[in-house]
Every structure is written in structure tokens, then in C-alpha cells.
């Protein structure tokens, strides 16, 4: 599942991108509100996580942006302004749910979870599949003609995004950005380790490969007979 975190504190980014990092979710995290703001508009998260005062564009602006574009994610606010007032603002404006800093992260974790089992119009499959491969996002399982399949945490990001951008071939500096939160390096290998392992573990043993280098652009993830 898919987070965008957009706070401007960088020790509340960094706290919150861990935590959901490590409770399972993709989180991509924007520092300022021009970011958010671009991220939230061209590319599909299950939840929002937006604070509300931050330097440049205000999260008033940016959800009422979004809300203008008919994009429906779900939006959890994040405020020091704790005035019934401004959380009456906040839910008006279209925010789905609002939390007042300071917050525990366990309330944070459970609100995003509510707030994704609650859905919206852009709701995203739990479970992917493409050939006989299925993956069942909540539970972090993937199989394959029904063998269990064991991931590293990265691994099961990488395939999930592979998954959900079927059929299309990812740059590596989309797949660095997305499961990393990295800027790419040609230098760097770490893209290719990555993938040569995940195919180690979902291709090698099937007649079926699923998993395609397109030279010079990528990777994608699609049912053919013949490797390339």
C-alpha cells in the first residue's frame, strides 16, 4: 500500500516515513507543499499524510486543489493548530480524518489503516496477480502456482510496484525513487542486485518468466513465453 507523507519538519518526515516503512507501507515522502502538492497529482496513493502549515503551500490549499480535480485519496491532517475551528476547516475542505500534533504513532498507524479499509474511489486491489502469481498486499504473501514465496521487505515493494504497473517498462530511476526513496546513480548497482534477486525467487524455478530487462530503459513485470 501507498503512502504520501508531506511535512515540512524534517525529524517528523523522517519519524512518520520509518515508522510506516516498517509497519509495511511504499511511503514517499515530500518536504514542502509544491512537492506534495505534484506528487499527490500525478501518481495513486491509498492515503494522503498532510500537515497543515507548511512554508509554501498551505495543506488547506493543496487538498482543496485535489479536491478540485475530483482526486478522492483519502487525506489524514496532521496540525499543531488544534482550534475546533481549524479541524472543522480541515474536514470541510474534503480531509477525512484530522490529528493533532503531538501525536503517537500508533494512533497515526491505526487512523491510516481505518482510513484504507474505509476506502475511496480510487481504491486499490488488496490482492495482484498476473499468470499464476498472486501477491495479497495486507498479509505481504505472494505465491506462485501456489509455492509460498519468502520476500525481504524491499523485495515485496519492488514486485508490488512491478505488479501494479503491469505491462509497463519502469526506469530504474522510477524503481530507485519509489522502493529506495533514492536518487539514481548510474554508478550503482543496487536496481540490478535487487531485481536479479527477486527474480531468483519469483522466475527461476517457472517455465513462465515474468520479469523482462528492456535494454536501455528498465524492467517490467509481464506473462511471456520467451525471456528478453
Request: hydrophobic share 45%; glycine share 8%.
Amino acid at each position: 500500500m501507498r503512502l504520501l507523507v508531506v511535512e515540512d519538519e524534517v525529524k517528523t518526515g523522517d519519524y512518520l516515513k520509518q515508522g510506516l516503512s516498517e509497519s509495511g507501507f511504499q511511503v514517499s515522502l515530500a518536504r514542502n507543499g509544491l512537492d506534495g502538492h505534484h506528487f499527490a497529482m500525478t501518481e495513486l496513493f491509498d492515503v494522503i499524510i498532510l500537515d497543515v502549515m507548511l512554508p509554501d503551500v498551505s495543506g488547506w490549499r493543496i487538498l482543496q486543489s485535489l479536491r478540485e480535480a475530483n482526486n478522492e485519496t483519502p487525506v489524514l491532517f496532521l496540525s499543531a493548530r488544534d482550534s475546533v475551528d481549524d479541524r472543522v476547516k480541515g474536514l470541510e475542505l474534503g480531509a477525512d480524518d484530522y490529528l493533532i500534533k503531538p501525536f503517537a504513532f500508533s494512533e497515526v498507524l491505526a487512523r491510516v489503516r481505518t482510513l484504507i479499509r474505509r476506502g475511496g474511489t480510487q481504491k486499490i486491489a488488496d490482492i495482484l496477480t498476473v499468470a499464476d502469481l498472486e501477491i495479497d498486499i495486507p498479509k505481504r504473501k505472494v505465491q506462485r502456482a501456489g509455492k509460498r514465496i519468502l520476500l525481504s521487505n524491499k523485495e515485496f515493494n519492488l514486485l508490488e510496484l512491478l505488479l501494479r504497473r503491469e505491462g509497463e517498462v519502469l526506469p530504474r530511476s522510477l524503481i530507485a525513487s519509489q522502493v529506495w526513496d533514492m536518487n539514481f546513480d548510474s554508478d550503482t548497482n543496487v536496481i540490478d542486485v535487487a531485481i536479479r534477486r527477486l527474480r531468483g525467487k519469483i522466475d527461476d524455478e517457472f517455465g513462465v518468466k515474468l520479469i523482462h530487462t528492456v535494454r536501455g530503459m528498465g524492467y517490467k513485470l509481464e506473462a511471456e513465453l520467451n525471456e528478453n
